[in-house]
């Protein structure tokens, strides 16, 4: 496989606030969903807190993550994640609160707009890299 360069978003302003938007999103979801049923806020908790523990593009982490996937793939559970930050809190919480938790989702899909096409082109370089 191919080494890819490191991700161009690994260490500034931006990641710190995709961990913002991670905690608006883990908090909110399972309180959202916990109207329907407890067990739905459980797995939407274990999606979203669980699965980005375990998976990864390799080169995105200062770690290998224990089970590599495409990036393609990554953009989508990261795409996942920050909707879910700024949809569940409109559900969950006042409105107040609501329009203060959308806020770093928002800036987080701004602010990690050169890590998007990187993750793109790590899966297409590792796809059809020559064996």
Do not use: C, K
Request: no cysteine.
């Amino acid at each position: 496989m191919t080494q890819a360069a490191d991700s161009p978003n690994r260490a500034n302003a931006a990641s710190g606030l995709r961990f913002l938007t991670e905690l608006i999103g883990w908090t909110a979801t399972p309180w959202a969903l916990y109207r329907i049923h407890w067990a739905i806020a459980v797995a939407a908790l274990v999606l979203l807190i669980g699965l980005p523990a375990v998976v990864g593009t390799p080169g995105d982490r200062p770690f290998d993550p224990p089970v590599a996937i495409p990036g393609a793939s990554l953009l989508l559970l990261v795409l996942l994640e920050v909707a879910a930050a700024a949809v569940a809190p409109w559900f969950a919480w006042p409105t107040w609160a609501a329009v203060v938790a959308t806020a770093p989702p928002a800036t987080s899909l701004v602010l990690e707009q050169p890590r998007h096409p990187w993750l793109l082109h790590h899966w297409i370089t590792t796809r059809y890299a020559p064996q």
